[in-house]
């Protein structure tokens, strides 16, 4: 390729120049920003969880969330209802069985994948799923401590991360996908 360029062994330090520049556009660049419910104004630094909502917006490629607790007083009910009706947006949710109604989420959700924990075998309830985070186009992640609740993003005292890191969006995509079934399954299985 590089000889094709009017590159390559005849021209070194251009060579190691070009190579430098693909190496730093693919380098991992890492931001991270605190991400703050809190009631009043004093949450001075940082952003809002009302980030969530704008990160949801923005997405192009996929969203794949998990939430213990997502009920229809949340802000995400409806960006998660906005954004799964875009045809080109893939949108996936892991949910807690027993916190809050994975059946309404689904129906809510037409044309997202929704999962809910499933009970292993042996046991006599479904495992309890407490990861709360948002993954946007294998980009950026919303890792936190608030359900998809009014009160979690309005009024208590909720931290979250907001983390520009390819390379950890993806592990966390890769991950979740890879337990579907094993701890993870489709809303409307039979336990």
């Known amino acids: 390729m590089l000889t094709e360029a009017g590159i390559g062994p005849s021209a070194r330090e251009t060579s190691v120049v070009v190579l ?4 730093g ?7 991270i920003t605190p991400v703050w419910t ?3 104004p004093h949450a001075t630094i940082g952003r809002l969880t009302s980030e969530a909502q704008r990160i949801i917006d923005d997405a192009r490629m996929s ?7 997502f009920t229809p007083h949340s802000a995400m009910w409806r960006s998660l209802q ?3 009706t875009r045809p080109s947006l893939a949108v996936t949710v892991y949910l807690d069985a027993t916190a809050g109604s994975p059946a309404a ?3 809510h ?3 997202a994948t929704v999962l809910r924990t499933l009970t292993a075998p042996g046991a006599t309830k479904p495992l309890v799923s407490h990861a709360k ?4 186009d294998h980009t950026v992640t919303l890792l936190t401590s608030a359900n998809f609740s009014w009160s979690a993003e309005n009024s208590n005292i909720e931290l979250g991360l907001l983390i520009h890191d390819t390379v950890l969006a993806e592990s966390i995509e890769t991950l979740m996908r890879s337990k579907h079934g094993l701890l993870y399954e489709p809303v409307g299985s039979q336990n």
């Open 109 to 111: 959700l037409p044309k």
């Open 63 to 69: 969203i794949v969330c998990s939430s213990f607790n």
């Open 38 to 40: 809190m009631p009043g």
């Open 133 to 136: 985070f948002i993954v946007v």
């Open 82 to 84: 906005t954004a799964a």
């Open 105 to 107: 989420v689904a129906a």
């Open 25 to 31: 556009a693919r380098s991992v660049q890492t931001a």
């Open 20 to 23: 430098r520049a693909i190496a």
